[in-house]
Antibody, heavy 119, light 113 residues
Framework: EVQLVQSGAEVKKPGESLKISCQGS????????IGWVRQMPGKGLEWMGS????????RYGPSLQGQVTISGDKSINTAYLQWSSLKASDSAMYYC????????????WGQGTMVTVSS | DIVMTQSPDSLAVSLGERATINCKSS????????????LAWYQQKPGQPPKLLIY???TRESGVPDRVSGSGSGTDFTLTISSLQAEDAAVYYC?????????FGQGTKLEIK
């Protein structure tokens, strides 16, 4: 079964760092782009950026570039999203999603990682 | 950036009736070299990740019932759900993958009357 499994919910304080993960299985991890999508509470979907695990090419959304870092480790089929200094406004659900075999639409989604940043 | 605008923001439709959701892109997402529209539709239910319904504007993802259809080209697109069932209550999003940044519409909440 093709799936993406994300790391568990996190509760952090402002200023702390965080790295969440997304592990792919059931397919060739290095040959599909994986994107990160943010969903703030009660809001819509926002693409943050994507990584191609085969060669670590990364594209960032303009509003989030510099605020987060996307990375990957193809040896363990895992993509990451990290923050060096969290803000309360980073509180959101974060999804990873894989692009499809026949289009660049996201056809496989992780279950989501809830990040709560509160003092 | 390509701005995706959906209408309406919400709608309520009776069981068995048809629901229509529109999506407009701020520029054409039709790639002339392959004549494909780089448009996807997703369904999201509470507490769940989005689910891909339609890609290339009109191609159903495997397992999606044929009462769900997508149409349109260029800048104007439509998602139609016919014979509405209770399980169709959800928020629906369009998304362009013509270029980066990938952008989503704001979402349309579909309620069942």
């Amino acid at each position: 079964e093709v799936q993406l499994v994300q790391s568990g919910a996190e509760v952090k304080k402002p200023g702390e760092s965080l790295k969440i993960s997304c592990q792919g299985s059931g397919y060739s991890f290095t040959t599909y782009w994986i994107g990160w999508v943010r969903q703030m509470p009660g809001k819509g979907l926002e693409w943050m950026g994507s990584i191609y695990p085969g060669d670590s090419r990364i594209r960032y959304g303009p509003s989030l570039q510099g605020q987060v870092t996307i990375s990957g480790d193809k040896s363990i089929n895992t993509a990451y999203l990290q923050w060096s200094s969290l803000k309360a406004s980073d509180s959101a659900m974060y999804y990873c999603a894989r692009q499809g075999e026949t289009s660049d639409a996201f056809n496989i989604w992780g279950q989501g990682t809830m990040v709560t940043v509160s003092s | 950036d390509i701005v995706m605008t959906q209408s309406p923001d919400s709608l309520a439709v009776s069981l068995g009736e048809r629901a229509t959701i529109n999506c407009k892109s701020s520029q054409s997402i039709l790639y002339s070299s392959n004549n494909k529209n780089y448009l996807a539709w997703y369904q999201q239910k509470p507490g769940q990740p989005p689910k891909l319904l339609i890609y290339w504007a009109s191609t159903r993802e495997s397992g999606v019932p044929d009462r769900v259809s997508g149409s349109g080209s260029g800048t104007d697109f439509t998602l139609t759900i016919s014979s509405l069932q209770a399980e169709d209550a959800a928020v629906y999003y369009c998304q362009q993958y013509y270029t980066t940044p990938r952008t989503f519409g704001q979402g349309t909440k579909l309620e069942i009357k």
